[in-house]
Structure formats: structure tokens, C-alpha cells
């Protein structure tokens, strides 16, 4: 028997071609503005800014709508500054001898390097954990399904709800995190996926000069 009992569809609006296309433009035009941010004002934004954003988030589809994510929102400094000071020593490791050549390479043209003080400038560190499991009252593992695909798919509207609600945002995986767990003080099942920086950007602030690839060689339009 389902669980969910089916109910009428709400909220959907229909909207001719001619809206749509103005619709698609405008939202192209907007997130295409979407950069990440590296260097970060220390200007406050309120809380409920990312609350909504963090439910936005929530709102992603997830295979077998286990919802396998939690968001830990960290403001405090002093904790700002341990996961700086612990995601520094493992990026030292990382950029000196555990990446591969080829990652540095790839890097290389970004400018990026170990040194992370925007994780205690910015305002917020989203920290998305992805939970591979649930336990239910009887102490049972419940089984996730998709989870990377699922939590993926949260972030993707984190960082576009952030851009829209007018904030900055950096997408930081220092590698390894599992460092984040215990700092944080999440359980066995939860594993952190990505740190997202949000804030105002700082006065004068630079990205990277980079280009995204056209439409004919990222889509293939079949029909
Ligand atoms: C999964 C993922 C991990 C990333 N990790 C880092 C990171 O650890 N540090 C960093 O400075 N940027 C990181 N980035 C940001 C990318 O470098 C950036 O998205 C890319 O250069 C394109 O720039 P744009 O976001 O301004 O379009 C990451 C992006 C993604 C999607």
C-alpha cells in the first residue's frame, strides 16, 4: 500500500511558449552571473536568508525521496576557525605531496593554493553532509538510494537560491574531509560532501577569467 496518499498537484503554473522563453532568458541571464567567490566581505547577512535557501535546498528530488542530506549552518567563529585551521593543514598535505600532477595541473590556472581565510571571513559555512543510511526506532538500517545524485542535486539549488537571494558562494572541497564529522560532532552515517562558503564578496573582489563552453558542444538536441 502506498505510503504517500496521492493528492492534487499544487502550485504548478501553465504558461505558453512565448512566457516560457522570456522565463528561461531572464533565469540564463541571472545565474550565468553565478561565480565563485574567493575573497569574502565580513558583512553579516541575516540567518533567515540562508534558512530559506537551506529549505530550498531540501526541496531536491532523492532517490526513493529518502531526503539523504543534513546542513550544519556554521557562523560561530571559533568553529569557523578550527574547520579553517584543520582544512588548511589537510590542503598543506594535499597541494605538497598527495594530489596527483595532473590535478595540480589542472588547478594551476585558478590560482588556488592552501591558504583558505575565506572560511573565516565569510559569514556562513553551509557544511552538506550526504548520510548514507538511516536508522529507524528498532535500531534497522534503512537503506539510501542515489545518495551522491540526490545531495548533488541539494546543492545545485543551495548555490542557485544563494546567487538569487544576492549572496557569493564557494564551493570548497578540501581533500580529505573527514575531518568535518568529528569537529562537527555528526554521526557514523553522515559523511561530509562540500563546504559552501556564503557571504557578501569583498570590495574589489577577483575570479578567475574563465569561459564556459557554448551550447553546440555541451547539448546534443535530438528529434
Ligand atoms: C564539486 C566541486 C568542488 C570544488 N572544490 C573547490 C575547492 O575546494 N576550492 C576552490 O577554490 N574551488 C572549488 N570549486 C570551484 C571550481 O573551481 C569552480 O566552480 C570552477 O573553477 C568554475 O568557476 P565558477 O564557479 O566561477 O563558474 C569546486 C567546484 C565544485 C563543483
Given at each position: 500500500m502506498s505510503k504517500y496518499r496521492p493528492v492534487p498537484l499544487k502550485g504548478y503554473v501553465t504558461r505558453d511558449g512565448a512566457q516560457m522563453q522570456r522565463r528561461a532568458a531572464n533565469f540564463y541571464r541571472s545565474i550565468k552571473t553565478r561565480r565563485t567567490v574567493r575573497m569574502f566581505s565580513k558583512r553579516p547577512v541575516p540567518q533567515?536568508?540562508?534558512?530559506?535557501?537551506?529549505?530550498?535546498?531540501?526541496?531536491?528530488?532523492?532517490?526513493a525521496h529518502m531526503q539523504p542530506w543534513h546542513f550544519v549552518v556554521v557562523s560561530a567563529p571559533a568553529v569557523k576557525r578550527r574547520i579553517r585551521l584543520a582544512a588548511e593543514k589537510e590542503e598543506r598535505e594535499f597541494y605538497r605531496k598527495r594530489a596527483p600532477k595532473a590535478w595540480l595541473k589542472a588547478l594551476a590556472p585558478l590560482g588556488t593554493d592552501a591558504e583558505k581565510p575565506y572560511l573565516e571571513t565569510?559569514?556562513?559555512?553551509?557544511?552538506?553532509?550526504?548520510?548514507?543510511?538511516?536508522?529507524?526506532?528498532?535500531?534497522e538500517r534503512i537503506k539510501h538510494y542515489y545518495v551522491?545524485?540526490?545531495?548533488?542535486?541539494?546543492?545545485?539549488?543551495?548555490?542557485?537560491?544563494?546567487?538569487?537571494?544576492?549572496?557569493?558562494?564557494?564551493?570548497?572541497?578540501?581533500?580529505?574531509?573527514?575531518?568535518?564529522?568529528?569537529?562537527?560532532?555528526?554521526?557514523?552515517?553522515?559523511?561530509?560532501?562540500?563546504?559552501?562558503?556564503?557571504?557578501?564578496?569583498?570590495?574589489?573582489?577577483?575570479?578567475?577569467?574563465?569561459?564556459?563552453?557554448?551550447?553546440?558542444d555541451i547539448a546534443t538536441f535530438v528529434g
Open positions: 533567515g536568508v540562508i534558512e530559506k535557501c537551506v529549505l530550498s535546498a531540501a526541496t531536491a528530488p532523492s532517490g565569510a559569514p556562513y559555512l553551509i557544511v552538506v553532509f550526504q548520510r548514507g543510511y538511516d536508522v529507524d526506532a528498532a535500531g551522491s545524485e540526490s545531495v548533488g542535486i541539494a546543492c545545485g539549488i543551495l548555490l542557485t537560491a544563494l546567487h538569487h537571494a544576492g549572496l557569493a558562494t564557494l564551493t570548497h572541497t578540501p581533500s580529505p574531509m573527514g575531518f568535518l564529522r568529528t569537529l562537527l560532532g555528526r554521526p557514523a552515517n553522515e559523511r561530509a560532501a562540500m563546504i559552501v562558503v556564503a557571504g557578501y564578496p569583498a570590495k574589489g573582489a577577483k575570479v578567475p577569467n574563465i569561459e564556459r563552453h557554448p551550447l553546440a
